[in-house]
């Protein structure tokens, strides 16, 4: 900012206006270059290898859609010399990746694509991992939860869930979930609080198969984020009861029969006090430079940018919630203290 300098105010005016201006289209060229200039040119650092995105977690499901879209779109854009290949270890609830990764401290070539069993996994199994054991990225975004029941279920809204587990006979209504001792499950137990009733939780491989499970009958109702049930929703096979949030979705586009996911209700307007969104995350290997984090800040930089992530963001419904840095550590630091709070209340914890 230029600040005119006592008994010189009318001093050149037009030159002084004129290097402002020169500075500013210099300035605005400069960002221009920036966009223009290849990843690889920016950045100290650059992989020198194959590239895995590990997911912790079956094929089919959020963590893995995101995996495999990150994929598609740094190939189509050329965003990466070196090939990325997407790896699932969704073995133990997710353990075997936490632990993969965690082995793999001084190979930056690994990628993990987190949700929230960085943080029930170790909890629930007495494993020896703490997300401080490898090295953040960014978050990506936040994903909610729907409550879904098939689309022929005579269950039609959130509340009359809820009156269905308090009135029906104990572990006689089944709901299908990611995992054990996991997010779903977690949400089970606070929904069994809320009806006051109890549920037969089912665990399953991945969010795909939970979402097979429920257009098969083979359970009740599931907990699955919106992009593990948006394809079945479109076909009619699966209704969304309410979303775990404090507030509506805010994707208006129509999406399924005239409704959209803005259309779902909240799950707290219809008496079920239960909120829980979870992470989606990106970690690397444990002793990662910062040129190597940065490098794999811009690369997810550039992803976030692309308009066919913006389409994934609104048809999953996900919250855009780009976090890095010292931000993104606060926040792992106070979810982690949550979810201690919230599996010890659900007696989910390891003995």
């Known amino acids: 900012m230029l600040t005119p300098q006592p008994g010189n105010r009318d001093a050149k005016p037009a030159s002084r206006h004129c290097c402002v201006g020169a500075w500013a289209r210099k300035a605005r060229l400069a960002v221009i270059a920036a966009l223009l200039t290849p990843l690889t040119a920016l950045a100290a650092w650059e992989p020198t290898g194959p590239v895995e995105i590990i997911v912790p977690a079956g094929t089919g499901g959020g963590a893995d859609q995101m995996a495999r879209l990150m994929q598609s779109l740094i190939v189509k854009h050329g965003l990466m010399k070196q090939p990325v290949q997407v790896v699932n270890l969704s ?37 020896a991992f703490n997300w401080r054991d490898i090295t953040p990225v960014a978050m990506m975004a936040l994903d909610p939860f729907v409550l879904w029941v098939p689309s022929d279920s005579p269950i039609t809204s959130a509340k009359e869930a809820a009156q269905a587990i308090h009135d029906q006979p104990a572990l006689s209504l089944k709901l299908g979930g990611t995992g054990a001792k996991q997010e779903d499950q977690l949400i089970s137990v606070l929904l069994e609080t809320a009806a006051n009733g109890r549920i037969a939780y089912v665990p399953l491989k991945g969010g795909g198969d939970v979402a097979q499970a429920l257009v098969d009958h083979q359970v009740h109702f599931t907990v699955n984020n919106p992009i593990e049930a948006e394809a079945h929703w479109r076909a009619g096979k699966l209704r969304p009861l309410c979303v775990f949030d404090g507030m509506p979705l805010p994707y208006a586009a129509k999406l399924s029969h005239g409704s959209s996911w803005s259309a779902i209700p909240t799950c707290m307007s219809a008496g079920i006090p239960v909120q829980y969104l979870m992470l989606r995350g990106v970690f690397t290997t444990p002793g990662a430079s910062a040129d190597q984090v940065a490098y794999y800040n811009q690369l997810l930089r550039r992803v976030r940018e692309l308009p066919e992530w913006q389409d994934y963001m609104a048809r999953g419904a996900l919250k855009p919630s780009p976090l890095s840095g010292p931000e993104f550590v606060a926040w792992l630091d106070r979810a982690e203290n949550f979810h201690k709070v919230l599996m010890r209340e659900a007696r989910l914890t390891a003995r």
């Open 91 to 127: 073995g133990n609830s997710g353990a075997e990746a936490l632990m993969a990764v965690k082995a793999a401290r001084g190979d930056p070539h690994k990628l993990l694509v987190t949700l929230s069993n960085l943080f029930t996994t170790p909890l629930a199994t007495g494993l």
